[in-house]
């Protein structure tokens, strides 16, 4: 008779202790050309990223020229006046190194990627990109067609679409908020290399500018590495420039974009409200995650688990220019997309969950789980040097202090139910929400107007 082989069963692994977790402390500095440097100190991160801000907003762009910000942004990797465009892309490679760049309301950021141990070669590279930029003539074009290229594209694409006229439809139309971050076809065609030189020898220069690095620094002289790059770029001051306010005008009422024959229709429901210095950020953050989140949040229960409206629909909050005078916003909004003859249903339910959370509020539970999913999961969320500089260069730009994110992270912690549900209801007052439906009009036009949540209009989708 055969033996049977017998198994030795091991004991489980426990669970460890879990760490104390808090968002990395950046040190401070500036260098002898007005520069100013945040460092942040990440054993074991061997990618060390760098974000350069720029403090060259969307709203002084010069009349006429939307988008200009965005084509010098792109061009800083297209040649200097040591490497022509192809050249740079191939030094960049040799390092390993990525370089992005992009323009929205507060500035221009540039973004490097880079192994530690190529840091002072591509730090080399980025500080020619801002002392030197070539700027050629076939380069601008080259952009200037690209971006020409990209604005059919986003017109067609119904969240694209949605957040454009959103946009036009909250702030006056004088103001650079009501328009396209990157400039319209009218606008992008008078963009030329006189036009992106001009407006960076008036905005761009180190004494208005931050470099945020992180990453592991260990055995780095990152005084002798940023002196010898960033700290040979110069450039004169410049006079503290007026910041307008922001303004908008969230009267209740819809517009549909017309797209005759769509199948779907793209929700995006928003308006202005508080930035990241009120008092009301955390618990707003919170209520808004209660609200629309997660998988588990209210509007996916009903419009997606319930009923079956969509795959998904998201509340959300995106600062648009923080200011701690009180003169910035965020952008509150609602998005995601049903099917064509579910829109009224959908609407009207939305409107339900809304209503419902005015009259009933919050749960212990939902607010515990809202917690536990944005406080909890935090390390795991800023595993990268990218995340962390990321963050790091949102603050700078935002204005906030360096300890911002570490402190909201105890402020999410201790807030409490009645707190969240106060916040999300003033965020979202049901008669105070500008609707943009993109769709096809002859088919939800008539259920949207039953609803009663506001004056309709329809336009045409270009």
């Known amino acids: 008779m055969t033996e049977l082989a017998t198994m030795e069963f091991h004991a489980q692994p426990q669970a460890g202790e879990p760490k104390p977790w808090a968002f990395p402390a950046p040190g401070r500095g500036s260098l002898g050309n007005g520069l100013t440097v945040l460092r942040c100190h990440r054993p074991g991160q061997q990618v060390v990223a ?10 002084a762009e010069p009349a006429g020229l939307d988008g200009v910000a965005t084509i010098m942004a792109r061009a800083f990797s297209e040649g200097t006046d040591k490497h022509s465009a192809e050249d740079f892309a191939a030094e960049l490679e040799r390092c390993g190194a990525t370089l992005d760049a992009h323009a929205d309301h507060p500035g221009v950021r540039l973004s490097l990627e880079v192994p ?16 030197a930029p070539a700027f050629a003539d076939g380069e601008v074009e080259r952009l200037v067609r690209n971006r020409l290229d990209e604005i059919p594209h986003e017109l067609a694409n119904p969240a694209r679409r949605a957040a454009k006229e959103l946009s036009r439809e909250l702030f006056p139309a004088d103001a650079r908020m009501s328009r396209p971050r990157q400039g319209t076809e009218e606008t992008v065609e008078a963009i030329d290399s006189a036009a992106v030189r001009a407006f960076y020898e008036r905005h761009v220069r180190p004494a ?33 420039r ?3 306010p922001v303004t908008a005008d969230d009267r209740g009422r819809v517009v549909i974009v017309d797209r005759p024959g ?26 808004t995650y209660c609200l629309g989140g997660t998988l588990t949040s209210r509007l996916d229960r009903v419009l997606r688990e319930e009923k079956g409206y969509t795959y998904g629909v998201r509340a959300f909050g995106q600062v648009l220019r923080s200011a701690p005078d009180g003169t910035g916003a965020a952008m509150l909004a609602i998005s995601g997309s049903v099917d064509t003859p579910n ?3 959908a609407l009207d339910d939305l409107w339900t969950v809304l209503r419902k959370l005015a009259a009933e509020g919050l749960t212990d539970a939902e607010r515990d789980v809202a917690v536990q999913n944005l406080v909890g999961v935090a390390p795991l969320k800023y595993e990268t040097a990218a995340a962390v500089a990321d963050t790091l260069a949102d603050q700078v730009e935002q204005h906030l202090p360096d300890d911002f994110q570490a402190t909201l992270y105890r402020q999410l912690a201790a807030t409490g139910t009645v707190e969240a549900t106060a916040a999300v209801v003033n965020a979202f007052p049901v008669d105070r929400l500008v609707t943009v439906l993109v769709g096809d009009a002859a088919q939800i036009r008539e259920p949207v107007e039953a ?5 309709v209009t329809v336009v045409a989708a270009e």
């Not at 190529?118 to 990109?129: E, F, P």
């Open 50 to 59: 760098v974000e350069v801000l720029l403090d060259a907003p969307l709203d």
């Open 343 to 345: 829109t009224g249903p």
């Open 208 to 240: 208005t500018a931050t470099a945020v690095v992180v990453g592991d620094l260990t055995g780095v002289d990152l005084d002798a590495l940023f002196g010898a790059t960033l700290g040979a770029w110069t450039g004169s001051a410049a006079e503290p």
């Open 451 to 455: 609803l009663g949540i506001g004056e």
């Open 116 to 131: 530690a141990s190529r840091l002072a070669k591509a730090l080399g590279l980025l500080a020619d990109a801002l002392r």
């Open 262 to 287: 769509a199948v779907q229709t793209q929700l995006l429901i928003g308006r202005t409200g508080a930035d990241r210095h009120d008092r009301v950020w955390p618990a707003q953050v919170l209520g």
């Open 242 to 244: 007026p910041v307008p």
